[in-house]
């Protein structure tokens, strides 16, 4: 399944180094929403070793709405990408999403496993939510 | 490039296009020639399992296991090669002898500093005893002074330098005062031994532990030091080759050191020892001391000097190790951006939440050198935290 802003984002990527793509990644960073301060806590966090990230939802009429913050910018940047991708969408759609952007843009290392704190744990919450949410509607 | 780095080929490579600057020593070293080679050449000829077999490559596996322990032995000045146990490495070798002092744990204290690995709380408290701290003040430097010894203290269990910090701590200080009160000393020697001369007769400790991959040896070995005065104590782990006699009613047990190396050890691993101690003697200890000390000095100055930096712990002496932070910016951030400069640096808490804690941080930035370090890595460094600076301004 292809998808115009994951295709938009492949775009704005396609072809820097990684100081620019770093660069890109720290301004997605900056104009990210940050989490008012009453909701970062313990439930609301992905724990790991690395950075903290909080992540909370919300469903407006029958849409999704990540809200995600990092104490780290790249992280930040990153997640920032994936809120546009899953934002605004029907619980089964974020569902069936393969985010494959993150493979495309050259941030896969990121989803390691050793990276504690890496995407893999933040989408599985976010499908996770997704699937809850899911199960609600039928 | 240094003579000292040309023996280590992994050294000479480039990552995303850009010289390696292996900063994370303390997390592992790298491996010279001469301990690779050992390694290959002793499964190419030498290899058997030890201590069994009545054949001939049994009998050269034997000896040159016992050969590593003897260098092991003499390398840290033990009064008798039966007081060198080879184990899995600093945590193997701490949990063995939290096992093994067990009883005498449950329900009483370990006295531990502020600094240490985790490696070195965690299994006293599985063992059942509480642990308590040595105080310190905010360059992280011991206050020996203010030692709580009470009758409930069992053990005392130092970091003989701080993985995060580098600080040295004052460790003969501490067994004198030990010695005072018939406590034990255990002495993690896992971020000295491969920085400083060390003796454990003139330390006086009673167990002293460290591991292979952290010295230029292998992962997966490691060493645990029990003076003689503790040969009789039960061992941790049961299984072949550390018993005399079994029966299903009772079993007797080897002497030291094969009373406390049950099953078959990492006998290549333990071979690479003593090739990494060959390698650090054929430098000298006291000459890697002296150059490992001007880098680290040269790092700490440079690292200072620079407004954005903050850098942890002060004390005395100090090697290995330097943890900062750069104002305003994270220190996965900061790691990430040294990576893609070719500078390979540690971020996180580094197994020490307690010292964490005592900071006020959630994590640091550590550069960590070894023998192969030069200024020229530091500069480096301090290239990259620049650019850090820039991205992120």
Redesign the interface.
């Known amino acids: 399944m292809n998808d115009a802003i994951q295709d938009e984002i492949i775009k704005e990527f396609d072809g820097l180094e ?2 620019d793509k ?2 890109l990644l ?1 301004s997605f960073a900056k104009e990210l929403e940050p989490m008012d301060e009453e909701f970062k806590t313990e439930d609301n966090s992905i724990s790991g ?4 990230v909080w992540i909370r939802s919300y469903n407006k009429d029958g849409k999704l709405i990540f809200d995600l913050d990092s ?5 930040k940047g990153i997640i920032a990408l994936v809120a546009k991708v899953v934002n605004n969408r029907a619980p089964q759609e974020i569902l069936n999403a393969d985010l494959y952007f993150i493979d495309k843009i050259g941030l896969k290392s990121n989803l390691s496993p050793a990276r504690s704190n890496g995407l893999e744990s933040i989408i599985s919450r976010i499908k996770e939510v997704a699937e809850k949410e899911a199960s609600q509607i039928n | 490039m240094t003579d000292f780095a040309k023996d280590f080929p992994i050294l000479a490579q480039k990552v995303y296009g850009k010289r390696l600057v292996y900063l994370d020593n303390a997390a592992t070293t790298q491996k010279p020639d001469s301990v690779i080679d050992t390694i290959s050449e002793f499964y190419r000829t030498d290899y058997s399992n030890i201590h069994r077999g009545v054949h001939y490559l049994s009998e050269v596996s034997s000896e040159r296991y016992e050969e590593a322990r003897k260098k092991v032995s003499d390398f840290i000045g033990a009064r008798n090669p039966s007081e060198v146990t080879f184990t899995s490495g600093t945590t193997g070798s701490i949990n063995q002898v939290a096992r093994s002092l067990g009883s005498s744990l449950r329900g009483n204290e370990v006295l531990v500093t502020g600094v240490e690995h985790h490696s070195n709380i965690v299994p006293w408290q599985l063992a059942g005893a509480k642990v308590k701290a040595i105080p310190m003040d905010d360059d992280c430097n011991l206050l020996i002074d203010s030692m709580e010894i009470t009758n409930k203290t069992k053990l005392i269990a130092i970091a003989h330098v701080s993985n995060v910090l580098g600080s040295v701590n004052e460790i003969k200080e501490i067994t004198e005062i030990a010695k005072d009160h018939d406590i034990p000393v255990l002495v993690d020697a896992a971020q000295s031994i491969q920085h400083l001369p060390l003796d454990v007769k003139d330390i006086d400790c009673d167990f002293l532990a460290f591991s292979g991959h952290k010295m230029y040896a292998s992962t997966g070995v490691g060493v645990l030091y029990t003076s003689d005065r503790f040969s009789d104590i039960m061992p941790a782990i049961g299984g072949g080759g550390m018993v005399d006699k079994v029966s299903l009613e009772k079993t007797t047990y080897l002497d030291p050191p094969l009373r406390f190396e049950a099953g078959t050890p990492d006998i290549a691993g333990a071979i690479s020892i003593g090739a990494a101690i060959d390698h650090m003697q054929k430098i000298g200890m006291d000459k890697i001391k002296k150059h490992e000390h001007d880098v680290h000095s040269y790092a700490r100055d440079k690292l200072l000097e620079m407004d954005i930096v903050t850098v942890y712990g002060n004390t005395n002496e100090m090697c290995g190790a330097v943890s900062f932070n750069l104002d305003n910016i994270h220190h996965y951030d900061t790691g990430l951006i040294l990576d893609k400069m070719g500078v390979a640096v540690r971020t996180g808490h580094h197994c020490a939440q307690p010292l964490m804690r005592f900071l006020g941080v959630e994590g640091t930035v550590r550069a960590s050198f070894a023998l192969y370090n030069t200024k020229e890595d530091v500069d480096m460094l301090v290239e990259g935290i620049n650019k850090v600076e820039m991205m992120y301004k």
């Open positions: 990684w100081f770093y660069g720290i070793c690395q950075s903290k104490d780290a910018m790249i992280t």
